[in-house]
């Protein structure tokens, strides 16, 4: 709290309107922002030990399962089975990223043991940071207003509030992301040393984290720095440092993944499709996914921002992002019409650009709202839209409970002895099933992924994807009925085999048991 307020001493505006409406005075002020901040965190702690099955659960649960893997590993007088099966489900995933947040989970497991809801509390004090610096970097050029509202946005959009509790890299990177937005308008005004190696360290941290958020970083560099210099921009020594320190870590990673050990390589293969860019169905389906995350309407107030801001600097910035966003979407053209959390940065863009046009109307309402009661009257209007927000959020959460489903995974496990030998069709690629059962399996393909690997050029038929799974293999699990029904074939080929065990949610089918033989 006490680097709080120095910054907001640090982040005076620089415009000013005739007198603030929702901090009047920086006493109120410091105090409106607590409530938001404490508000904010608590609605993200609400349903805390639920399951991580709410939002996007293939993701989170691939650094579950990494976190405890790794205290696993740190932890020989666990159950030995157990302990070996743990470090290979966590060695055997995907390493998409630095495990940066998961080996902080894995460390905090050190004291609480292995708790679902240590990442869901790191995720949501991750977002609440990041809205601190969210404020303070509006401040810089806007008011006191302005940076509020565009806090009460970030804080309480309900998609923002389910997403960011989630255990997943973004949710850090955005935090990283909105703190060195303000470190670098820092430096544009100082143009210290000091600044220079904040701003480089945590933009560099923020690529490290996960390597997307180059696009937000130098996007918001670029435009800010040409804004606030102009061409001489490129003469700044203080800024070949700050790139310096920006690219080394990620750089350092790249060479060690790409080079030395060749996983990324395979990572970053399918992530840009060239088909996609003259198809129009998938810039629709961009364009629904954009909605869904920040809002149509608070997009196209974002978008009126760039009309409206006054500061050149604030101008150049936004621009570089919005530049910096479509380039993004262009080279992640699969994804963002696919993955709603690869929006998340667009929530912080969103919220400051829309913050010149917040910051106008709170001016003009200022001049009109001269006597206590009508002040007041805006208050309470603002409140109630957080509340609106709060409440909105908390139903979502509260709308299904899954805590039910770990002792559905649970029993799987136990039926299947643990052992190998199974394919599965299953929800999260078999996460839940690895997680809760303590069960590797063979993962089946779904309809989608089907449909990625035609999209990149590649198809096999059912046949021979049948034979090749199930080659060797014993059991073929189904617990995503869905899916099932949306490929016949496979329904019918399985029907032709005795059913080896069943039960709320599940069937398990013995491969080596046809029927009528």
């Known amino acids: ?14 415009t000013k309107p005739p007198h603030s409406i929702l901090g009047s005075t920086r006493v109120k002020l410091i105090g409106l922002i607590v409530i938001l901040l404490g508000l904010g965190l608590a609605i993200r702690l609400y349903d805390l030990t639920d399951l991580p099955l709410d939002f996007h659960s293939t993701r989170q649960l691939l650094s579950q399962l990494k976190a405890r893997g790794m205290y696993f590993q740190a932890h020989p007088e666990l159950p030995e089975w157990q302990r070996k099966m743990a470090i290979q489900q966590w060695k055997t995933k995907a390493e998409v990223e630095p495990e940066v947040f998961e080996r902080l989970v ?3 497991f050190g004291f609480t043991g292995v708790q679902l809801w240590v990442a869901r509390v790191y995720a ?79 933009g560099g941290l923020a690529i490290y984290v996960k390597f997307v958020a180059a696009f937000f970083v130098i996007g918001a560099a670029v435009g800010m720095g040409l804004g606030a210099f102009g061409p001489q921009l490129i003469r700044k020594r203080q800024l070949w440092l700050m790139a310096a320190l920006g690219v080394l870590p990620a750089g350092l990673y790249l060479y060690y993944g790409v080079v030395q050990q060749g996983f990324l390589g395979r990572q970053f293969s399918g992530r840009f499709i060239p088909g996609l860019l003259f198809d129009p169905g998938n810039y629709l389906q961009w364009a629904a996914m954009v909605n869904l995350a920040a809002g149509g309407l608070a997009i196209a107030m974002g978008l009126l921002g760039l009309l409206v801001v006054r500061k050149k600097a604030l101008r150049s910035m936004l621009m570089g992002l919005w530049i910096a966003y479509l380039l993004y979407g262009v080279f992640f053209d699969y994804h963002v019409a696919t993955h709603d959390y690869y929006h998340l940065p667009l929530i912080a863009l969103v919220a400051v650009s829309a913050a010149p046009v917040a910051s106008l109307m ?50 799987i496990g136990e039926r299947l002895d643990h052992g190998p030998n199974v394919v599965a069709l299953t929800q999260d690629y078999g996460s839940r099933l690895a997680y809760w059962g303590w069960q590797n399996s063979i993962t089946w393909p779904n309809s989608g992924d089907m449909d990625y690997r035609e999209a990149r050029g590649g198809s096999i ?13 014993t059991y073929f699990l189904v617990t995503d009925f869905e899916e099932l029904a949306r490929q016949p074939a496979l329904r019918d080929r399985l029907g032709g085999y005795a059913v080896f065990a069943q039960g709320d949610g599940y069937v398990i089918y013995d491969l080596e048991s046809p029927r009528g033989s």
């Not at 003009?364 to 709202?369: D, E, G, H, I, S």
Request: glycine fraction near 6%.
């Open 1 to 14: 709290m006490g680097a709080f307020l120095s910054g907001l001493q640090l982040a005076r505006p620089m």
């Open 106 to 108: 894995a460390l905090t």
């Open 124 to 202: 949501s004090v991750f977002w609440v940071v990041g809205g601190i610096f969210l404020f303070l970097l509006v401040s810089e050029y806007l008011s006191a207003d302005a940076a509020v509202i565009a806090l009460a946005y970030f804080l309480f959009l309900p998609y923002a509030v389910v997403a960011s509790r989630s255990f997943q890299p973004d949710i850090l990177m955005v935090m990283l992301i909105l703190c060195f937005w303000w470190m670098f308008a820092r430096w544009t005004r100082a143009e210290s040393w000091l600044w220079t190696i904040l701003a480089g360290l945590t």
């Open 362 to 411: 709170m001016e003009r309402l200022a001049r009109f709202t001269t006597r206590s009661w009508a002040r007041s009257a805006v208050v309470g209007i603002f409140l109630y839209s957080v509340f609106a927000g709060a409440w909105d959020a908390r139903g979502r959460l509260s709308a299904v409970n899954y805590r039910p489903q770990a002792a559905m995974w649970n029993e």
């Open 461 to 473: 038929g059912f046949e021979e994807l049948f034979e090749k799974q199930t080659r060797g293999n």
